[in-house]
């Protein structure tokens, strides 16, 4: 890769501790580094340790081996330079679309004028225009999906973290947010670190697919995914279909360890 | 060994009473030294007060208890189970609900006086509503594929109340009796305190009418842990009652 | 019928006004049906004067009380106590809930105190309140404050562990400070519960302040009961329970007026539990 690393993960190391039960290893001397601008998906089945592997990124877990750095620095803990979106939104029920929107902009301390304006600007992005003054709880799951996605795009970061944000949505909803967040990220250029388990999911928005082993998490292989996304039959081009087709032979063993080792 | 460590708190309490009394730092005519009160508590054991106080305390408690958990699951099953007992009960116990139970208890001394009588019917009446509701909560929440099943393997409508309705009832039907013994104990005292001749709230009273502080603090908290105990005995039993549930 | 979700706020909550009204309904034809019942046993001579006077000689006193004026003067005497030691103890019981929460001392300190003191009948103490603080206001209110104080602070803990993290770990990501985070945040993520802390305490707090004063006797719903009960006057005692229900079902229908306006953000349709 020419371009410099935006985000390097060097040999992380993670236990899970829950409060009750034994410790389990979650990630195993992980590695990885992703460029500026660049759309990576980490693939695995559940409990392979990808959201956590995000949430370090995010801040939100302390490092405990290993290092991650953003832009040259360590990472200390959570901030507005590293955007989540979260599977069930996580918007504030007691706030509108527009009071959730806002909410950041102010604790940047962006001037009243400016942040009003700055989001309207981001409903509209996401198309919910009309909804401002929604609470959540009168909203539908894709509704929400996108709020909460403007929210995190207001604050402007160059970093977007997404713990599989499409699913909790039915699946024709999930396919129209995805094609969305596409049009985003083009029109907005980011970085983004995509969690997922759907294997096609990966293969349609990311440029390159991180494929995780099944616990404890490793880095088993990552494989380009550029294609021409904006080709309305993208699904059925055979380079797709066939690059689908590899990645889930390689997910497939590891979603059958996965099974294994709950079912214990 | 953690559950010992966790009531360390009130130890730390109790040595802080007892220093503050001995030292003066309150009034010990206020707040007579602990040890004070548990000498007095063993002089009233020694004595036959508490006893013969105790006695018609614990039995009011639970003629009333008894009788306000037998008719009020009764009452609550059968408003689930029979439409027309639910369309007149309903109401009532929407009336009732409402009510805080202590307001009955002037109602209850002009009725059957100072006695056992008076407390026993505030108890049945006062601790009524909250199994019912909770019986009724509970059979109402049943399962409809449940009671499908049931039907299905041959069993009549009176089978099926009692091999499913019943069991199936049963975890909100004894949260609702747990609500109602706390509340029982809360009417027993009340009205012991204000209209009785005899028992725990008497006692109370008359030991500090008479200045006998340090037996005043002693019935009190005999009392007062009396309900505790009754509570986290009765959750236990529950557990191993309700071990199906998990 | 529409789902309530999807209609605009002003829409939804005209049609929610519309079912409470419906519920209300039910609820008047209920006590219509309850007094005529009462008349009926009352004239049908089943049981005396004494033991169940009737609607209209209850009704009568209740009259009486207020054009005398006593009746105003012992509810407001009853509601100042109640309500400050409710006020107290929803101040008192949020703040040491939140302290709980989230200082482990503090916490560990005090989690077997409330612990063992819940099933307690606090009532109990009241001879002890009495020795301390004497006969008058000031012992009323502290026994109200100790009882009501127990499912406030219960409540505020569990409203506060509950919060979801990915709540906290959204307002971190867009820099909230610790500070902000218990305010902005925390506090309205639990608000809804321990607003039902508070409801549970309300008509608490109005009960305890009645059973005090029925010991203690002179002003109030409850000396006034308990005169009434002392002088075998029985269309006194019963109004005491008329007057005490109505001031009850007032507050707690007050209560969850005040809850629909703060939670109208909440996804429950509100419906007040029983009243």
């Known amino acids: 890769m020419s371009a410099p690393a935006q985000i390097l993960v060097d040999r992380v190391h993670h236990m899970y501790r829950p409060p009750r039960g034994r410790e389990v290893l979650a990630l195993d001397q992980v590695s990885l580094s992703v460029a500026s601008r660049e759309f990576v998906a980490l693939l695995g089945p559940s409990g392979c340790g990808k959201s956590t592997l995000l949430y370090l990124i995010g801040g939100f877990l302390p490092v405990e081996s290993g290092t991650i750095s953003v832009d040259g620095k360590r990472v200390q803990g959570p901030g507005p330079d590293r955007g989540i979106v979260f599977q069930h939104f996580a918007l504030f029920p007691w706030k509108t679309v527009r009071g959730n929107i806002l909410y950041g902009l102010e604790r940047q301390g962006m001037p009243k004028e400016e942040r009003e304006q700055r989001a309207l600007d981001f409903i509209k992005l996401v198309g919910l225009a009309g909804f401002e003054d929604s609470y959540p709880s009168q909203l539908s799951g894709g509704m929400k999906q996108r709020a909460a996605i403007a929210r995190t795009l207001a604050f402007d970061p160059s970093i977007l973290l997404m713990d599989e944000p499409f699913g909790a949505l039915d699946a024709q909803t999930r396919g129209l947010m995805q094609g969305e967040l596409l049009r985003i990220w083009q029109r907005t250029p980011k970085t983004v670190i995509f969690v997922t388990h759907d294997v096609q999911e990966a293969v349609y928005l990311a440029e390159r697919v991180a494929v995780m082993s099944a616990r404890p998490g490793r880095i088993k292989t990552i494989i380009d995914t550029r294609f021409d996304k904006n080709d309305p039959d993208i699904f059925k081009n055979p380079a797709f279909v066939g690059k689908v087709d590899e990645i889930w032979n390689l997910v497939r063993d590891e979603a059958m360890k996965a099974q294994a080792t709950r079912a214990e | ?246 | 019928m529409e789902a309530l979700e999807h209609l605009p706020v002003q829409e939804a909550m005209s049609l929610r006004a519309l079912r409470a009204s419906m519920r209300f309904g039910t609820r008047v034809a209920s006590v219509v049906a309850l007094v005529l019942v009462w008349q009926a046993i009352s004239d049908s001579g089943i049981v005396t004067a004494f033991q169940l006077p009737s609607f209209t000689r209850v009704l009568a006193r209740i009259w009486d009380d207020a054009v005398a004026g006593d009746l105003w003067v012992n509810t407001a005497v009853t509601l100042y106590r109640a309500l400050i030691g409710f006020a107290i103890a929803s101040v008192g019981g949020i703040a040491l809930g939140m302290a709980m929460s989230r200082l482990k001392l503090v916490h560990w300190f005090f989690d077997p105190l409330i612990s063992v003191g819940f099933p307690m009948p606090k009532i109990a103490f009241l001879p002890v309140i009495i020795l301390w603080l004497g006969v008058y206001d000031t012992s009323k209110i502290t026994m109200v404050v100790f009882d009501a104080v127990f499912p406030v602070i219960a409540a505020t803990i569990i409203a506060i562990d509950g919060v979801e993290r990915e709540l906290l770990w959204s307002a971190r990501n867009m820099g909230a400070n610790e500070r902000e985070i218990l305010w902005q945040v925390v506090l309205p993520a639990a608000s809804p519960q321990i607003m039902t802390g508070l409801q549970v305490a309300l008509p608490l707090s109005l009960i305890v302040a009645v059973v005090t004063e029925m010991l203690m006797g002179g002003y109030g719903l409850g000396g006034a009961m308990i005169t009434a009960s002392r002088f075998a006057n029985s269309p006194g005692v019963f109004a005491g329970i008329v007057e005490i229900a109505i001031v009850g079902y007032a507050l707690v229908k007050i209560m969850s007026l005040i809850r629909h306006r703060l939670l109208i953000w909440h996804p429950e349709a509100h419906e007040p539990s029983t009243v």
């Open chain 2, 1 to 246: 060994m953690n559950a010992v460590l966790r009531y360390v708190p009130l130890l730390i309490v109790a040595a802080a009473w007892e220093a503050a009394s001995r030292l003066g730092l309150v009034s010990s005519l206020a707040l007579p030294p602990l040890s004070d009160v548990i000498a007095s508590w063993i002089d009233l054991l020694r004595d036959g007060d508490l006893l013969t106080n105790a006695g018609p305390s614990l039995y009011r408690l639970a003629a009333g208890l008894a009788l306000a958990i037998l008719v009020g699951a009764l009452l609550g099953l059968g408003m689930a189970w029979w439409k027309p007992v639910n369309v007149v009960l309903a109401p009532v116990v929407e009336i009732f609900y409402p009510l805080p139970k202590s307001a009955l208890i002037p109602v209850t001394a002009i009725w059957l006086g100072f006695g056992d009588g008076s407390k026993i019917l505030l108890i049945f009446l006062g601790c009524m509503i909250p199994v019912t509701i909770a019986a009724f909560n509970g059979a109402r929440g049943c399962d409809r594929m449940l009671l499908w099943s049931a039907r299905s393997m041959g069993a009549s409508r009176l089978r099926v109340l009692w091999d499913v309705v019943l069991p199936g009832a049963m975890p909100e039907l004894l949260n609702g009796i747990r609500t109602a013994i706390a509340l029982s104990f809360i009417l027993l005292v009340s009205s012991e305190l204000i209209v009785a001749q005899r028992g725990f709230g008497y006692l109370i009273g008359s030991l500090g009418a008479n200045g006998s502080y340090e037996a005043m603090y002693a019935v009190v908290f005999t009392v007062a842990f009396l309900g505790f105990a009754v509570d986290r005995l009765y959750q236990m039993l529950v557990q191993r009652v309700l071990i199906w549930r998990l």
